[in-house]
């Protein structure tokens, strides 16, 4: 009997590979040859399930961004009050565990690669800003936040914020471990919330 294979769930196991190939040799050292090699598939296979080298780093950035955004929806589902909820949704997002620094890694690792690919002109991949304004904008429509605030401004400072986070938790772990990254963005989040909620 022939043996049935989920291409979607190979793809993923893939792309995981992936991420393990950059976290251990960056992404001048994500050969396809590596990459097939911890994935435990040919390189013919792989070349099925993507055509090109491009598509598969492509591919493994979506997952990074529809794992943060499965485990945010899972979030929403949780009877929090709202700010509650937009913390415990922020630090989806924050590396605040194991998966979530190799999700950060690896997506820094992709956008910088990129930025600096010699004759490419690709679009870098915008990250949660335009959901981070989406959630303000929301936020200020249900009247939770203070008056008076610059919506644009305080996107980008929230963006600004969340990548900052990010990446001086990868470079200072010590320092800058899960519990200050909650504290830091409570106070975040409480200056910008209206007093009376």
Do not use: C
Not at 76 to 98: G, H, Y
Not at 171 to 184: C, D, K, M
């Amino acid at each position: 009997m022939p043996k049935i294979v989920d291409h979607e769930e190979r793809r993923k196991q893939i792309a995981e590979a992936t991420w393990r190939v950059i976290l251990r040799w960056g992404m001048k050292g994500a050969t396809v040859r590596k990459i097939a090699q911890e994935a435990g598939v040919s390189l013919g296979a792989l070349r099925h399930y993507f055509t090109t080298q491009d598509e598969l780093l492509l591919f493994a950035m979506k997952l990074v961004k529809e794992r943060a955004a499965q485990r945010i929806r899972e979030v929403e589902m949780r009877d929090l009050s709202p700010k509650e909820m937009v913390i415990q949704i922020l630090l989806e997002i924050l590396p605040v565990d194991e998966q979530r620094m190799a999700e950060m890694e690896v997506w820094f690792a992709f956008v910088f690669h990129q930025k600096y690919r010699e004759g490419e002109s690709e679009e870098i991949p915008q990250g949660f800003y335009p959901q981070l304004r989406k959630l303000l904008f929301y936020l200020d429509q249900q009247n939770l936040l203070e008056e008076g605030l610059n919506l644009e401004t305080e996107a980008e400072r929230l963006y600004a914020l969340i990548d900052g986070i990010a990446v001086h938790a990868m470079l200072e772990t010590q320092r800058l471990h899960p519990e200050r990254i909650e504290q830091v963005l409570r106070h975040h989040i409480d200056s910008i919330w209206k007093k009376d909620f």
